[in-house]
């Protein structure tokens, strides 16, 4: 495993921030004398900041106006930033030390992040069955109540001009799928929005608003008594079929959830790759005693 060959590498990342402090000082200063012969781009009291600052701000291809937008908007926040910073010097005195370890431990765990994000990429398993799902959904059921009431069925919203509105209602009840199909076919031509297929979970406020149905005073009672019916105002007719209902705060069906569960899996997957990799990492530099601890 590539990892494992460079075991030391990575225990730097890891472990020996420290050490690694006294490389980080020596750049550093070696940064500092080229910076010396390097004509400045701004500059705060005695702070300076230098073009190779500024390298790999911008991508290649960018367009030319596009980065120099980009790095003037760098240069005056550096310029706001380090202002503000030479103000609180001024102001409060500062342990000096602290805030270097503490930038040394961001650089380090920044360091490690990318290299965590690169072993994940290549090594994250995307693909979750619907056995895995369906095992995750039965032990976390009470983890998923509904914020809303769903329904799975049939919705129509008609002009009253509309021809032949009195066979809406049969074919809308009906079970056979030859009056599906003449029902599928006349919403084509003539309804202004609907919806047929009620194997399909929907949020019921959303399906029905606009419509009267979105003033009725108790959705639950209405859903609870009701698998059939009919409204209008002043323009549109509107037919509501209900197969099937679910509250706010019921349990949600699985196929609702379902893709909010894949993705969970995902997420618990890189978390264990990621615990997996520091594991890996450090028994393997542990058993070429790489590192050493002293008290």
Same mark, same amino acid.
């Given at each position: 495993? +590539? ?6 590498? &990575? ?33 705060? +009291?005695?702070? #300076?900041? #230098? ?31 380090? /202002? ?26 920044? &360091? ?23 095992? #995750?959904?039965?032990? +976390?059921?009470?983890?998923? @109540? /509904?914020?809303?009431? &769903? ?7 008609? @002009? ?67 698998? #059939? ?21 019921? $349990?949600? @069906? ?6 909010? &569960? ?14 997996? /990799? ?14 050493? $601890?002293?008290?």
């Amino acid at each position: 495993m +590539h990892i494992l060959k460079q075991p030391i590498n &990575i225990l730097l990342v890891l472990l020996l921030p420290v050490w690694a402090g006294c490389d980080l000082l020596q750049v550093k200063s070696e940064k500092e004398l080229e910076q010396q012969e390097e004509k400045p781009v701004a500059r705060v +009291h005695n702070t #300076y900041l #230098y073009k190779s600052d500024l390298v790999g701000m911008v991508a290649e291809g960018t367009r030319a106006e596009d980065s120099i937008a980009r790095i003037n908007r760098y240069i005056n926040n550096w310029v706001r930033k380090q /202002l503000l910073i030479d103000e609180a010097k001024s102001k409060i005195d500062f342990d000096e030390a602290d805030i270097e370890r503490k930038i040394l431990n961001y650089r380090y765990s920044l &360091i490690a992040y990318q290299y965590q994000t690169y072993y994940i990429s290549q090594h994250l398993n995307k693909q979750v069955s619907a056995q895995e799902i369906e095992e #995750y959904y039965n032990q +976390h059921q009470d983890n998923f @109540p /509904l914020k809303q009431n &769903i329904i799975r069925g049939k919705f129509i919203k008609l @002009p009253k001009s509309a021809p032949n509105l009195s066979k809406v209602k049969y074919w809308v009840l009906s079970s056979k799928e030859k009056d599906f199909k003449k029902l599928e076919a006349y919403c084509f031509t003539n309804a202004t929005n609907y919806t047929l297929v009620d194997s399909v979970w929907i949020n019921y406020e959303d399906l029905v608003k606009g419509s009267p149905f979105a003033e009725t005073p108790n959705t639950v009672q209405f859903l609870r008594n009701r698998k #059939y019916a009919e409204t209008e105002d002043e323009a549109y007719k509107y037919f509501l079929r209900i197969v099937a209902y679910k509250k706010t705060d019921d $349990i949600a @069906p699985l196929e609702v959830v379902n893709d909010q &569960i894949a993705d969970i899996i995902i997420n618990k997957r890189k978390i264990a790759l990621a615990e997996n /990799l520091e594991k890996e990492v450090y028994n393997e530099a542990k058993k070429q005693k790489s590192f050493e $601890i002293y008290k």
